[in-house]
């Protein structure tokens, strides 16, 4: 039998009401917590280790998921439990492209049993890790980096999308649409073409400088609507995708690129993307994880995915 904890997000859009939380207090033998703080989270983690806690099922969303993730090392050490993920959120994109235990009160009980039936099944995938390169104990984990152009459609579904009450897949098919509309017609659009200045580097050999009109990276193999912004094969971890500023023919290269799919001309453009073990990203703008902008110090951050996690699911 595999002892399961429970995390739970008070904050997530599914959660707001309070039934979860309630009916979840039927579950007399189960760890669980509803941390609001990185510190609540932290000692609720370590908790779960003194109680044998093998599997943590997160009720939340990916920014839940993002601050389990970056808060088990403290907590587990090198040790970590498996990750059970039962949606809460606006997007939800891990639980849709890894693994879901479903979602709410039959998700888990679903999953308790499978646990206590020794019948889960179990996928690993890496993590990406941004660490500071300032500070390197600083550090967040997750699943999806953005910046430039990235950070202002996470900006645009943040003020006018979610709060519209559009979520998952249509948020993010409407952030397209919207960021698309204002790089196009919209009054930021110079500014939004002129993107940021940055400089990406990639395993430690090919350094791209000037400005950026998108920069992202993941160590997902598609994105929500099936999207795959990325090409170029190989073993390494972390697909990353990368448009200059100004970029041209932006139009007739938006579905190439949504599809994995870059014309010729488009690679004599400077649209790039491939395969990485290892990125660094020097800025000055914010940059996004998993749904939360982040500054980025004075020398910019380090993209890795060294460390594996197990998803487990009935």
Excluded: C
């Excluded at 579950?27 to 989270?41: G, H, I, K, N, W």
């Excluded at 939800?92 to 646990?115: C, E, I, P, T, Y």
């Excluded at 300032?134 to 996470?154: C, I, M, N, Q, S």
Aim: without cysteine; glycine residues 10%.
């Amino acid at each position: 039998m595999t002892r399961v904890g429970l995390i739970t997000n008070p904050r997530s859009r599914h959660n707001r009401s309070g039934d979860f939380i309630r009916r979840v207090a039927e579950f007399d033998d189960l760890p669980r917590a509803e941390p609001f703080t990185t510190t609540e989270l932290t000692e609720a983690l370590t908790d779960f280790r003194r109680r044998g806690v093998r599997v943590v099922a997160v009720s939340g969303g990916d920014g839940t998921l993002r601050e389990v993730l970056t808060a088990l090392p403290a907590a587990y050490g090198n040790e970590p439990p498996d990750i059970a993920l039962l949606p809460a959120g606006k997007t939800n994109l891990a639980a849709r492209v890894v693994s879901q235990a479903g979602q709410g009160v039959q998700g888990l009980r679903r999953l308790l049993d499978a646990a206590h039936g020794g019948a889960l099944t179990r996928v690993e995938w890496p993590v990406l890790d941004v660490a500071w390169r300032d500070a390197p104990e600083r550090r967040v984990r997750g699943f999806l980096f953005g910046a430039a152009g990235f950070a202002a459609g996470t900006q645009i579904a943040n003020s006018h999308i979610h709060r519209a009450g559009f979520h998952n897949a249509t948020a993010v098919a409407l952030s397209i649409a919207a960021t698309a509309a204002s790089t196009l017609f919209g009054s930021r659009r110079r500014a939004l073409l002129e993107g940021e200045e940055m400089t990406v580097g990639v395993d430690g050999a090919s350094r791209r400088g000037g400005r950026h009109f998108l920069t992202m990276a993941t160590t997902l193999n598609r994105l929500l609507l099936d999207l795959t912004p990325f090409w170029g094969e190989s073993g390494k971890p972390i697909r990353w995708l990368d448009v200059p500023a100004m970029p041209p023919r932006l139009m007739a290269a938006l579905l190439p690129t949504l599809r994995g799919r870059p014309r010729p001309w488009m690679i004599d453009a400077g649209y790039a993307s491939g395969r990485a073990d290892e990125m660094t990203v020097e800025m000055t703008h914010p940059f996004v994880v998993d749904g939360e902008l982040f500054e980025p110090g004075p020398r910019g951050i380090l993209l890795s995915a060294g460390q594996r996690v197990g998803f487990v699911a009935p």
